[in-house]
């Protein structure tokens, strides 16, 4: 810390409170270089992070939290406020296993209004908590809510908005508007802010607030005058007649300079006299302060380790990995596919390159669509396309599937469309922690009538069972992990199609039957072919399709096993587990059943092995626990 004058003495929005007004440029300096020397060595979410530390400070500096709420959505911009609010010290654990979260959450900090991970939740959220204050009498608490211009575009911020503005309820929403959602922004909404922020109308608009402000500290005038006078301006402007949120009963401000601190700080004073729903439009940039991510701002969302000075990233792989991951499978295959039949599309919300669907952008750009942060949209989306005999592959990671329930039983399943849901990050994803583990997708779409269900035990399967699911007219979901498969040799083979539920055998056994589903299936073979070596015979069956389930196989190994034991990278609760355990019940079967998965509870974040091992997912897991199971 010895590079820092200021920082080391912030400790809460107190001390923040005891710098003067022109301290603050060089503090937002010195929370910028430190947020840069620890990302740069413990990965995170940097881009946004640079992009948001002068609106934490201004917040922080005008208003009174935690009395007064401050909500950020998705979360991955508050790097400055955890560090403004008491969290300094443990920024190094930042995202680690057993550190603090890399978003705000609620059990760890007062200063967390709300805990957040997924996107569009920040209006909603404080209009319930201004909502709560009105219903309490409390007139004077502030409710601020910070939103990037892409979550925006997620339908429950227009929820949000809706609702806001007709309510008698005092809350600020801050749009943090940086043209980016990870990729760039997309959609009309986007194409109205671009509009909002560089037409010469606003440049004038933008020339006349910045004087304005430097008159009044010349002349000492109230703020409130100020504010007024703004409005002003906005009523008079071109914004008048068309401005989207003054239409929705929002007071519009803006657009600002979010770099801009101490400006920023006389907006903040003014906007807290104001009651109602105001919506103050701040202009950032994705990456500020650190030119590579300036400029290349997609890669720098999340860079993983780079060098503090030049910023180029460390662990780009210039050699080709040994084994590649499952998304650039997905990516080539879908394209592969796509050549061959012109029905194919790819649909993202907002994951492009996260899910490698950017490859067929570039290929197919006009079968490509990135819809946004708008998971349900896409969904549904999907299936009107689905309805006119194209072949959607709707690629949403699955605790952002979660969104989509209802659009996947009422839009999709209910009308038997031709969705192909391809489900990424299943299982426990590491560092984003317990809002982004992918635990429940097999549960939740288990109970869904006409859906498949398939999970890939390794690359080969996943482009089979993506051939597969074109050629079957219902909605057919493929499961996999984030990360790599296990082979190399996966490139330029041959379809294979398919038989729709049916399982297949890894390896013959006598004493214990394991079935698995999906990746995880290699680590119990490997535990069984590690338990040969002590004379004892597992039996490994990879069930393939959890609906519908191979009764078949079922049925042959619950005769031939006194043992069973299911293993999944999903909840313990009514997924494979639970549908062999079903099985059993219905056809009356009295053998033993353990279920390893995902133990019914929040899992943190960490890296994946570390939760594997928490959850006993691991390979010396896994092979305790049979060993104990075969022994008991
Ligand atoms: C429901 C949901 N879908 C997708 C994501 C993944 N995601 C995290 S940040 C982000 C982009 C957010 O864009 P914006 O709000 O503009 O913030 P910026 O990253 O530009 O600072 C996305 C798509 C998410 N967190 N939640």
């Not at 710098?19 to 022109?22: A, T």
């Not at 657009?255 to 801009?260: A, C, Q, S, T, V």
């Not at 669509?369 to 942060?373: E, Q, S, W």
């Given at each position: 810390m010895s590079q820092y004058e200021l920082l080391?003495?912030?400790?809460?929005p107190a001390d923040l409170k005891k710098?003067?007004?022109?301290q603050l440029e060089l503090l937002c300096e010195e929370i910028r270089d430190f947020i840069i020397e620890h990302t740069s060595v413990n990965?995170?979410?940097?881009g946004s992070s640079l992009g948001a530390i002068e609106l934490a400070v201004a917040i922080h500096y005008v208003f009174d939290t935690p009395n007064d709420k401050l909500v950020w959505d998705?979360?991955?911009?508050a790097y400055a406020h955890k560090i403004i609010t008491g969290r300094r010290e443990q920024f190094a654990q930042n995202r680690k296993y057993k550190g603090i979260s890399g978003f705000p959450k609620m059990s760890e900090s007062q200063y967390d209004a709300f805990g957040v991970g997924?996107?569009?939740?920040s209006i909603s959220s404080i209009l319930g908590m201004a909502m709560s204050a009105v219903l309490s009498g409390n007139t004077s608490r502030n409710h601020i809510a910070v939103i990037g211009d892409g979550s925006m575009t997620g339908g429950l911020a227009f929820e949000g908005l809706n609702n806001a503005g007709s309510a008698k309820a005092n809350i600020l929403v801050i749009l943090?508007?940086?043209?980016?959602?990870?990729?760039?922004n997309v959609g009309a909404l986007n194409s109205y802010f671009t509009k909002l922020t560089t037409s010469s109308t606003y440049n004038s608009f933008r020339g006349k607030i910045w004087r304005m402000f430097s008159r009044k500290d010349e002349r000492g005038y109230p703020i409130r005058y100020i504010i007024k006078k703004l409005q002003a301006i906005v009523k008079g402007?071109?914004?008048?007649?068309?401005n989207l949120f003054e239409s929705l009963g929002f007071r519009y401000f803006g657009?600002?300079?979010?770099?801009?601190v101490v400006s920023m700080v006389k907006v903040f004073k003014g906007l807290k006299s104001i009651q109602g729903a105001k919506l103050l439009h701040c202009v950032t940039i994705k990456g500020k302060g650190l030119q590579e991510a300036e400029k290349s701002q997609t890669l720098y969302?999340?860079?993983?380790?780079?060098?503090?000075?030049?910023?180029?990233?460390?662990?780009?792989?210039?050699?080709?990995?040994?084994v590649e991951k499952y998304q650039k499978v997905f990516g080539e295959t879908i394209c592969e596919l796509a050549e061959k039949n012109e029905k194919i599309i790819g649909i993202t919300p907002a994951m492009l390159s996260g899910c490698s669907l950017d490859i067929m952008a570039k290929k197919f750009p006009n079968r490509t669509?990135?819809?946004?942060?708008a998971e349900q949209h896409a969904v549904t989306f999907s299936a009107g396309m689905a309805t006119d005999g194209f072949i959607p592959f709707?690629?949403?990671y699955s605790s952002f599937l979660q969104r989509a329930y209802d659009q996947i039983i009422h839009d999709v399943a209910l009308q038997n469309l031709h969705v192909i849901f391809c489900i990424d990050r299943a299982g426990l994803v590491g560092e984003d922690g317990a809002t982004h583990h992918g635990t429940y997708d097999l549960a939740f779409l288990r109970?869904?009538?006409?859906m498949i269900i398939a999970a890939p035990l390794n690359e080969l399967d996943l482009r089979n069972m993506m051939f597969t699911a074109i050629n079957i007219k219902a909605p057919f979901a493929i499961r996999y992990p984030r990360g790599e498969g296990v082979r190399?040799?996966?490139?330029?083979q041959t379809f294979e199609k398919y038989e729709i539920g049916k399982g297949i055998c890894l390896k013959e056994g006598d004493d214990l039957a394991i079935i698995s589903i999906g990746h995880i299936g290699n680590t119990a073979l490997k535990v069984a072919q590690t338990l040969e070596n002590e004379n004892i015979k597992i039996g490994v069956y990879d069930?393939?399709?959890?609906?519908?389930?191979d009764s078949d196989l079922l049925h042959k190994i619950l005769s031939k096993y006194k043992t069973v034991v299911t293993i999944e990278?999903?909840?313990?609760?009514?997924?494979l587990g639970g549908a062999v355990s079903e099985f059993m019940t219905t056809h009356n079967y009295k053998n033993r059943l353990e279920i390893i998965g995902i133990p019914d509870r929040f899992i943190e974040q960490g890296t994946v092995e570390e939760l594997h091992e928490e959850c006993g997912l691991n390979f010396e897991e896994i092979l305790s626990r049979i060993f104990h199971i075969f022994r008991s």
């Open positions: 080391p003495n912030i400790d809460s710098l003067k007004l022109n990965p995170g979410h940097l998705v979360g991955h911009q997924h996107s569009s939740t943090n508007d940086n043209g980016m959602a990870i990729e760039e402007s071109f914004l008048k007649s068309s657009p600002i300079n979010g770099h801009d969302h999340a860079p993983g380790k780079f060098d503090k000075e030049t910023g180029k990233i460390l662990e780009i792989a210039f050699e080709p990995a040994k669509f990135d819809v946004g942060i709707c690629n949403i109970c869904i009538p006409n190399n040799n996966w490139q330029n069930i393939r399709f959890l609906k519908p389930i990278n999903g909840s313990v609760i009514g997924g």
